[in-house]
């Protein structure tokens, strides 16, 4: 049975939390949900603090990766050297089967027509189901990272009960670098100036001098975001509205 929380005393924790460090915050998490609960990273080198703080207080801790098909080799090679160096428990998310005929016909051309409907099928889904009977879910999410993030609570329930939970959420860029550099932890394998933020290979591109951190994701799509921290996430199932949004019909 899943534990939940007040909205009220979701609020209150939530403001709380804005003072508290990340660890005390994962803590507090493991605590109070384990072992209904998971983190979920994307191995790139902003991911780093978190996995690395998770691994010191809670090393069982299940960790979901959303294995697109599309990685660059570099991030599965990654992904590999961290699991087995801090003997990470990666859990490996895949789409769900019943997409299979559609994806033989249209799956090729789908990061290029249509990434948020790709997104949605490789990324969204597959953490709707992986979280679908947890109590909680750890991300690393920033605020200075997008617009959609800026407004976001260290503390957020999303569909079915679910309690988001983002103990990095008021870091900086400055306060991962200068995380990374206190404890020596390994760096993505693509240069760090190109390649500020890494997702799927068909959608991400190395940035130009002057770019945002993430002008190289979803570049000229009109997409920032790849739904897990949007409305989407939380649509318990999709309305021929949604679809229709989601195709571009």
Same mark, same amino acid.
């Given at each position: ?5 007040? $909205? ?22 493991? &605590?109070?949900?384990? *072992? ?6 994307? +191995? ?14 809670? $090393?069982?801790?299940?960790?979901? +990766? ?11 090679? +990654? ?22 005929? +559609?994806?033989? @016909? ?19 889904? *597959? ?15 920033? @605020? ?8 976001? @609570? ?12 983002? *103990? ?17 932890? $390994?760096?993505?394998?693509? *240069? ?17 001098? %002057?770019?945002?951190?993430?002008? %190289? @994701?979803?570049? %000229? ?9 949007? &409305? ?18």
């Amino acid at each position: 049975m899943k534990k939940e929380l007040s $909205p009220a005393e979701v609020e209150r924790l939530s403001e709380e939390f804005e003072s508290a460090t990340p660890q005390e915050i994962i803590q507090w998490a493991v &605590d109070t949900f384990c *072992p209904d609960m998971a983190l979920s990273s994307s +191995f790139q080198t902003h991911s780093l603090p978190l996995l690395h703080m998770v691994k010191q207080i809670h $090393p069982e801790m299940r960790i979901f +990766f959303l294995e697109t098909g599309y990685h660059f080799w570099d991030t599965l090679m +990654f992904r590999e050297q961290l699991e087995h160096l801090w003997g990470l428990n990666v859990v490996d998310l895949r789409r769900d089967d019943s997409w299979n005929t +559609f994806l033989r @016909r249209f799956g090729q051309d789908l990061p290029e027509t249509n990434p948020t409907l790709c997104c949605y099928i490789r990324k969204v889904q *597959p953490m709707q189901i992986a979280t679908a009977d947890l109590s909680a879910w750890i991300t690393g999410i920033r @605020r200075d990272q997008t617009e959609q993030r800026a407004n976001a @609570r260290i503390l957020e329930y999303k569909r079915d009960g679910l309690l988001r939970i983002a *103990p990095l959420l008021n870091w900086t860029k400055a306060d991962v670098e200068a995380y990374m550099y206190q404890y020596d932890l $390994p760096k993505h394998p693509l *240069p760090e100036d190109q390649y500020p933020s890494v997702g799927c290979k068909p959608c991400t591109r190395a940035v130009m001098p %002057g770019e945002d951190d993430r002008a %190289g @994701r979803w570049a %000229g799509k009109g997409k920032t975001e790849c739904g897990l921290h949007t &409305d989407l996430f939380d649509k318990k199932t999709l309305t021929s509205e949604d679809f229709n949004l989601i195709t571009g019909k």
